[in-house]
């Protein structure tokens, strides 16, 4: 799509709440198309739902 990839980190403290409030921040305010895996289960959970339903892209290595 001939998009820059620049790299944006928010440190979630390994707490799903705050892994959610940055994914927010990331979507809305950074309008971001991809978000790479936060890390830990709880994290990937609550957040893979709200980027898929707004229509970005999640991706999880493995």
Do not use: C, W
């Amino acid at each position: 799509h001939g998009r820059k990839i620049i790299t944006q980190y928010y440190d979630d403290g390994y707490k799903p709440q705050n892994a959610v409030a940055n994914t927010k921040r990331l979507v809305e305010q950074d309008k971001v198309f991809a978000i790479l895996s936060s890390q830990g289960t709880g994290a990937v959970m609550v957040t893979v739902k709200y980027v898929l339903r707004n229509g970005g892209v999640f991706l999880i290595p493995t």
